[in-house]
């Protein structure tokens, strides 16, 4: 199996770097937090060694996640989906035989029905972006999937901002 | 290809005229206005608070250049405007209404309160203080941890706070 498609691992430190910079991490995803009824970013990147760090508005959900075994189990971590630099809703990145585990302790615990993550590649790294709302309205529903271009921006410039606390 | 039509629409150029029309009205707002100047504000201004050339400056105003993220902060910080509002130009919403009550450990509780006294010596404002305890409870209310891992979690959080510079 070659770097390419090996698959990811998260990051020794993962989940204390979760909080670790907290007060940093959350003035700047506040700037972006109710732009179209957003109310959860969070940035991974997966490194040239194929570690993944996060940084979170919600870090709960991502220690919930990484804590126990069912990150394996949504596409988003995996190189398959995030190397097509494309996004997704979150729902269709669940494995199905774990769908509803995912589906609670991304979504229901944290009341997002709402998901969609966001693929990007910089230079030898890849990047998640994701973003939840809490409003189940059609016009949230449209702005993620119509508004899509916003989204990419507003990631970028969490991800820009963060940027040297994954270094 | 769709990862590449996903890089291009992370373009800066998009963003470029839409930030000159807001820092031009930021810097109304802050009294950098001028009469003589056909952009109707204060070119050396801005190049004075900032420190960046004039010809750079010039150019943000004209919608021909966008600033780096931190450049961006920085002016928002002189501007007294939020790099949200400067980036995107939404306000932003209150998204704390969805849950109002939190449930949370008592033992935890007490725990931050107790770690938290530090934080009322730093100079930052009482209000920016709550919202972070604030927020740092609901993380540990959400986060599937024993208590000995949250404590782990409250003190990593808390000492973000205590060697992060105010703004």
Known sequence: MNARTQNA????DYLDKLFAHKNTVDKVFKDVLGLYDINHVAVSQVNENNEILSFSSTPALEFNLFSSHLWQFDKTYQPSWYQTGESASWQTLYVPHHYDELYYLKQMEHHYPIGRSFAVKFENTHVIYSIASKKDTAQTHD??????ACFYRIGEYCSKTL????? | MKFRAAIITMEKVDLTKPFAIRLREAMIRAGFNSQRSVSGVNIDKLAEITGYSLQICRKYLRGQAMPDPTKIMDIAE???????WLLFGESIRDVSTAQPHITINRNLLHYIF?????LYNAHRSQEEIADFLHDLAVDISHI????????K??????SSARHFRTA
């Open chain 2, 153 to 158: 979690i409250i003190d990593l959080a808390l």
């Open chain 1, 163 to 167: 940027l040297p606390l994954f270094l």
């Open chain 1, 143 to 148: 702005d993620f999937i119509n508004q899509q």
């Open chain 2, 78 to 84: 002189k501007l007294q405007v939020t790099p949200g």
């Open chain 1, 9 to 12: 691992m998260p990051h020794p």
């Open chain 2, 114 to 118: 107790a770690q938290a006294h530090e």
């Open chain 2, 144 to 151: 599937h941890a024993n208590e000995e891992q949250s404590k």
